[in-house]
């Protein structure tokens, strides 16, 4: 059995390397010409670090990333309102790891070439027909133009947000929802702004609130600790439909940082930290709606095609991880592929669906605005401001657009075949 995976994200290669792992044939195609280290930072839960950990790639994950100590969450000043530990601090027997996007798609397209073979570049997928016994997959070849048929016995849909497999499983009804906030990012070299890390130098740290300008910061590189990814988030506008995300488009200092020009932040100077940063990025705060199904007969969606969460829990490249792996051990275990999909699907998208009203919701917003409501400068102790009813609900907010039950993961056996 040959599936075709298109995409080359971490969702596509993950996918690659659990079907390869279960003895199953596979290829990954992409319509990048070439794929290089790019973006900017990405949390990988523990629920996803055991899944790559079990794939052999443990060692190089925790040569990669830092290892996440702590989620913190604090105001406009940075007093601290909630720290919640982290990976193997929060009992889990793997750790949560921050790490450069780009960094770890390179390490898994490594090891995709090595075991699988090479990713098959610059063709983007058009159409496809199934039939009986297989998938016809349409690809154009995007320096000749020419196009190409192929068979597979299977196809998945990792093509992010903008799946083009997901548009011809679902071709009305199904737009982009933007929130109105608006996201900037970008990774800072610290060396010249801070004397030393951020708090402890491996915490995810979280101020404000995107209801009206929220900065996130943590490391990403266990060889340089200078290198701090930031995100910040502003609504802007109203909710509502776009046509569409350009995900590369470059942002500009001087629209996102006078949005923080009048915090007194006491853990290092806002402004500051985006001007050392090579390149900003601009993009909305987007999703679509849970699909009523992801795929047909033998083709399925997976990750953002399929599920695409707002990245306010830290869980959306996990969850592809996590899809990649339930897709490989279906396919391996059950002969007929497409009852393989329809079960990958039946256990999949029920969890992932809830997952993207959940983010969608802010959960915790509403909590950090209270905040700043009740003491707008700032204060000494959060006792003063919060009840322990209302820092437990917070805590157990974000605990569900994150984390997986510690026991649960700890002790359920192992998904390779």
């Known amino acids: 059995m040959r599936t075709m995976i298109v995409g080359a994200g971490i969702g596509g290669l993950a996918t690659a390397l659990s079907l390869h792992a279960a003895g199953l044939d596979c290829v990954v195609v992409e319509a990048a010409d070439t794929l290089g280290p790019l973006g900017v930072g990405i949390n990988l839960q523990p629920h996803a670090v055991r899944e790559l950990t079990e794939l052999g790639l443990g060692e190089p994950l925790a040569a990669t990333g830092v290892e996440t100590s702590f989620m913190t969450f604090t105001d406009r000043f940075g007093g601290e309102i909630l720290a919640l530990p982290r990976g193997l601090a929060a009992g889990y027997r793997w750790p949560q790891y921050s790490v450069h996007r780009g960094e770890l798609q390179m390490m898994l397209l490594a090891a995709v070439e090595d075991r699988v073979g090479p990713v098959r570049l610059g063709l983007r997928l058009t159409d496809f027909e199934q039939d009986g016994s297989g998938v016809t997959v349409t690809l154009r070849d995007q320096v000749s133009g020419r196009s190409l048929r192929e068979r597979a016995d299977v196809l998945v849909g990792a093509d992010g947000v903008l799946s083009t497999v997901r548009a011809v499983l679902h071709p009305a009804d199904d737009p982009l929802l933007w929130g109105g906030i608006r996201m900037w990012r970008g990774v ?36 340089d600790p200078t290198l701090v990814n930031w995100v910040a988030e502003v609504k802007v506008g109203e909710p509502g439909v776009v046509k569409e995300a350009d995900w590369s488009r470059p942002g500009r200092i001087e629209d996102v940082a006078p949005h923080f020009a009048s915090w007194d932040y006491r853990h290092f ?37 399929a599920h695409p969460l707002y990245p306010v829990g830290s869980n959306g490249g996990s969850q592809a991880v996590l899809d990649a792996r339930v897709l490989a051990r279906c396919l391996a275990t059950i002969d007929d592929p497409r009852a393989a999909l329809a079960a990958y699907e039946a256990e999949r ?23 700043a409501e009740r003491a707008p400068d700032g204060f000494t102790d959060i006792s003063e401001v919060l009840s322990g009813a209302e820092l437990a609900a917070m805590a157990e907010a974000q605990r569900g657009i994150t984390d997986s039950d510690v026991r649960a993961l700890n002790e359920r056996p192992s998904w390779s075949v």
């Open 188 to 223: 800072a070299e610290t060396a010249s702004i801070l004397d030393g890390p951020i708090l402890d130098g491996s915490t995810v740290l979280v101020s404000g609130s995107n209801l009206a300008g929220k900065f996130v910061t943590y490391p990403i590189s266990a060889a």
């Open 269 to 305: 100077d806002i402004p500051a930290l985006m001007r050392a940063s090579r390149r900003i990025l601009e993009y909305p705060m987007v999703d679509r709606d849970p699909l009523p199904f992801w795929g047909e007969g033998r083709v399925t969606l997976l990750g953002d095609a």
């Open 349 to 371: 998208r029920p969890p992932t669906s809830a997952l993207v009203l959940l983010h969608r919701s802010l959960p915790i917003e509403e909590t950090v605005r209270l905040v």
